[in-house]
């Protein structure tokens, strides 16, 4: 059973740094693209960021001068860093395993649920709360 594990969520101050981490495990495929997303009430589901297994990424436009991911093999774990946070990044932020020959793609109507599972295997998701 596939199984991401997110960490690192809480409270930050606006311009503070955040760091988030999903420990994956369960794969029996070769090790799939990996990704972050965040959901805010009444919003889509946003791709942010995502990572191949050969370290290629790629970061949201909205997101590109501030968020970074990355990837530790060793740990099959991969970080979402997050600088000069902003009041807007308040969100529940999930990461997401793209299942065998499926793209992570941006804009499901819910992380998680709705028909996203049908795409991606998702972590329970954490909340990051900006304030200043």
């Known amino acids: 059973e596939v199984q991401l594990v997110e960490s690192g969520g809480g409270s930050v101050r606006t311009g503070e740094s955040a760091r988030l981490s999903c420990t994956a495990s369960g794969f029996t495929f070769d090790a799939p693209d990996m990704g972050w997303y965040r959901q805010t009430p009444g919003n889509k589901c946003d791709l942010l960021a995502t990572?191949?297994?050969?370290?290629?990424?790629t970061v949201a436009d909205s997101v590109k001068d501030r968020f970074t991911i990355s990837q530790d093999k060793a740990k099959n774990t991969v970080y979402l860093e997050m600088n000069s946070t902003k009041h807007e990044d308040t969100a529940m932020y999930y990461c997401?395993?793209?299942?065998?020959?499926?793209?992570?793609?941006?804009?499901?109507?819910?992380?998680?649920?709705?028909?996203?599972?049908?795409?991606?295997?998702w972590g329970q998701g954490t909340r990051v709360t900006v304030s200043s």
């Open positions: 990572i191949t297994r050969d370290g290629a990424t």
């Open positions: 997401a395993a793209a299942r065998p020959d499926v793209v992570l793609v941006t804009g499901y109507a819910s992380c998680g649920r709705d028909g996203a599972e049908v795409y991606n295997f």
